[in-house]
Structures are given as structure tokens and as C-alpha cells.
């Protein structure tokens, strides 16, 4: 069975850090490349960021460059997002993702997704 589970969200202050996760079955976290979209009230979901299968390539979209960092752990088949500085327009549901490629997913957004989790909340106050 395919499942991506999200966690580590939850409510910080504007500057403050979190780190989310993301455990994957072994069959996704071998084959596919990994990433995370966001969705903020009233807005279409986005992408943030991907990392190929072997970890080697990463890409990030431009509102996060430089703030966010995706990183995965093969022994653990857990992807993570490290998140500094955040602000309020970072708010929104996270949700793990499973592509084929990292350009799939950047370039294409959700057509480039093969497999969802379900998302983790991530809420930033001023």
C-alpha cells in the first residue's frame, strides 16, 4: 500500500523555524522523486520544493529560496523540510509529495504528482 504521512506542523511566530517530515513506504522513497506543495485558504495548491531519488538534484520555488530546505533520509525513508525565517504568507496545509521527476513536479506542479499525503498544517503569526 502507498502512503506518504506528514507531520511536524503546528503554529510558530514570523522569524521561527519548524521542520516537517514525511514517512514513505519503502516502494515510493526508492522509485520516485519526493516533494512538497502547499495550499493556502482561497489559493491554488503550489509547489515548494523537490529532490530527486538519490537526493542529488533539489529544486525550490522562488518564495522560499534560501529560507526552506528539502532533504531526505533513505534508511529512514523520510523526507523532510526544514523551514527558517518563516513568515504569514507561509501559511497553509503542506502536503508530501511523489513524483517522477523533480522537473516533473516543478514544471508541471500537480500534473507532475503521482501519490499525495494527506498535508500537515503549518500556521505563521505576525
Known amino acids: 500500500q502507498v502512503q506518504l504521512v506528514e507531520s511536524g506542523g503546528g503554529l510558530v511566530q514570523a522569524g521561527e523555524s519548524l521542520r516537517l517530515s514525511c514517512a514513505a513506504s519503502?516502494?515510493?522513497?526508492?522509485?520516485?522523486?519526493m516533494g512538497w506543495f502547499r495550499q493556502a485558504p482561497g489559493k491554488e495548491r503550489e509547489f515548494v520544493a523537490a529532490?530527486?531519488?538519490?537526493?542529488?538534484?533539489?529544486y525550490d520555488a522562488d518564495s522560499v529560496k534560501g529560507r526552506f530546505a528539502i532533504s531526505r533520509d533513505t534508511a529512514k525513508n523520510t523526507l523532510y523540510l526544514q523551514m527558517n525565517r518563516l513568515k504569514p504568507e507561509d501559511t497553509a496545509i503542506y502536503y508530501c509529495?511523489?513524483?517522477?521527476?523533480?522537473?516533473?513536479?516543478?514544471?508541471?506542479?500537480?500534473?507532475?504528482?503521482?501519490?499525495w499525503g494527506r498535508g500537515t498544517q503549518v500556521t505563521v503569526s505576525s
Open positions: 519503502g516502494r515510493i522513497f526508492s522509485s520516485y522523486a
Open positions: 509529495a511523489a513524483g517522477t521527476t523533480v522537473q516533473d513536479m516543478a514544471v508541471l506542479g500537480l500534473k507532475g504528482v503521482h501519490y
Open positions: 529532490i530527486s531519488w538519490s537526493g542529488g538534484i533539489t
